[in-house]
């Protein structure tokens, strides 16, 4: 599927113009460039008319092109059946200008600024914010998984601005969602076109692909643990007390202790437990656990994609003669944002763990193939050398038990000579456990025990000694 999206303005400022593609002979005349790109693919390229998905976004502010001052003044119990009526209308002179054969889709897009009515002699002020905008854009693409393409030759500059981020957070939100499986299929691509200020039949528009890039990194998202509870700022919002705020700020959706433990929480334990070489985290389902059900991701999800509808729920006008203002609170975009690539983490995380580590035992050849893999992926070859020392020696010492024998690592060391008696296990002054812990691949002689197996010599279980999980797991949630 390639969805081919544009920011429209008023239909009166587009006449027919004639578009050429690099390597195409002839060019294709057409009132709007996204209709060229319709064309091409469809007649030159030859792809399903089914399989290309034609969305227009239409500014709020255009309203005033439609909508009479009579209308107006009763904007503030009707504004949505207003934006309703002004989208049908538009929608209609749209059809009629490129023509009832070409499937599409019609959105009203958040406005920033003052427009004045020439038709009917009144002005609206939209109070917005381009995080608002950013939002909407993000949240209502957040599922093309195949092509997008973003036709920017139309459209105020804050749009432009703002499908730039977009495009950029929707690449970094996808291939978070497959970093540990490598399996990245989204591309994005912007069309640019020449202004077009009074087309001539003689003349022509070059119309060229720039693919949109973005480094994506294995880190967890967010910096402060204490700082992103909340998706919207009521400061801003105009009310008559802050009591009123208060309210209002009550209502809204926020981050809970249920998605802290079961969302946020399983990401920062399991990107700590890669990045920091714990590859016995895995296996021990008191440290790391993804359940299989989806409902809680999918709920959420779903509560994301419909957070713009509060900002109509809450929307607050002020209406003076020919003059309307429109209010509406502030997205805490970094905070969304930010909880969509925890999601999306979570959800590679979660497929990693289901097929990779549920149900299989902690022996060393699991870790071995499962791990070198994995690290080997995501550019972590430090911890692969590590890491492989160290089963290396826990292999050794693994010969020395018998079959079905199950010993402290600490103390099949002792046993062997390689710790010396007058050791001093706690002197503080020397030694630093937590240290030591995360240098030997979270696989301290002290905290595991080895397990040799029945009827096959080469298997070996390595297991944390269970005393020692909850401050293991402590450790990995708090590295530093």
Not at 176 to 202: A, D, E, H, T
Not at 359 to 377: A, D, G, Q, R
Not at 384 to 390: E, H, N
Not at 455 to 474: A, H, Q, R
Request: charged share 25%.
């Amino acid at each position: 599927m390639i969805t081919i999206i544009q920011v429209l303005g008023s239909l009166r400022s587009y006449k027919v113009a004639n578009f050429k593609f690099i390597n195409e002979k002839e060019p294709i005349p057409a009132p709007l460039s996204s209709i060229a790109l319709y064309k091409y693919y469809t007649e030159i390229k030859k792809i399903e008319k089914s399989s290309i998905k034609l969305i227009y976004y239409v500014p709020e502010s255009l309203i005033v092109d439609y909508i009479n001052l009579s209308e107006i003044n009763d904007l503030a119990n009707n504004y949505q059946n207003a934006l309703k009526k002004f989208k049908e209308q538009y929608t209609q002179g749209l059809t009629n200008l490129i023509g009832s054969e070409i499937s599409f889709e019609t959105k009203i897009i958040h406005s920033i600024g003052v427009y004045y009515s020439r038709n009917f002699n009144y002005t609206i002020t939209f109070n917005n914010y381009i995080e608002n905008i950013i939002s909407q854009f993000l949240l209502d693409l957040l599922d093309i998984n195949d092509q997008l393409v973003v036709d920017i030759s139309t459209g105020f500059n804050f749009y432009t601005q703002a499908l730039n981020e977009v495009t950029r957070n929707l690449l970094v939100y996808n291939k978070l969602k497959n970093i540990l499986q490598n399996n990245f299929k989204l591309k994005i691509q912007c069309s640019i076109v020449p202004p077009i200020i009074s087309p001539q039949p003689s003349w022509t528009y070059p119309i060229t692909f720039l693919e949109v890039r973005a480094k994506v990194f294995f880190e967890f998202p967010y910096q402060n643990l204490n700082s992103f509870e909340k998706f919207f700022s009521v400061k801003e919002f105009p009310t008559e007390n802050n009591t009123e705020k208060g309210e209002i700020g009550k209502q809204l959706p926020q981050i809970k202790n249920k998605d802290k433990n079961e969302i946020i929480y399983p990401v920062l334990t399991a990107i700590n437990a890669i990045k920091h070489n714990c590859p016995l985290a895995f296996f021990t389902k008191e440290i790391i656990k993804f359940d299989k059900n989806q409902n809680l991701l999918n709920f959420q999800l779903g509560n994301l994609k419909n957070l713009m509808s509060l900002t109509e729920q809450f929307i607050n006008f002020e209406v003076n003669d020919n003059n309307i203002i429109i209010y509406r609170l502030k997205v805490k975009k970094t905070n969304l944002v930010n909880y969509l690539f925890t999601i999306a983490l979570h959800q590679s995380l979660k497929n990693f763990y289901l097929s990779e580590i549920d149900s299989k035992p902690p022996e060393i050849s699991n870790i071995e193939k499962i791990f070198e893999t994995l690290y080997s992926n995501l550019n972590l070859g430090t911890n692969k050398r590590f890491l492989a020392r160290d089963l290396k020696f826990i292999k050794i010492m693994g010969e020395k038990l018998d079959k079905g024998e199950e010993k402290q690592l600490n103390l099949l060391k002792s046993s062997e000579g390689l710790i010396p008696k007058n050791r001093i296990e706690d002197d503080k002054n020397f030694s630093d456990q937590k240290r030591n812990f995360f240098a030997h691949s979270g696989l301290l002689s002290d905290f595991i025990k080895l397990k040799k197996g029945k009827t096959n010599d080469e298997k070996l279980e390595i297991n944390y000694i269970e005393k020692n999980i909850k401050l293991i797991k402590s450790w990995i949630e708090n590295p530093e």
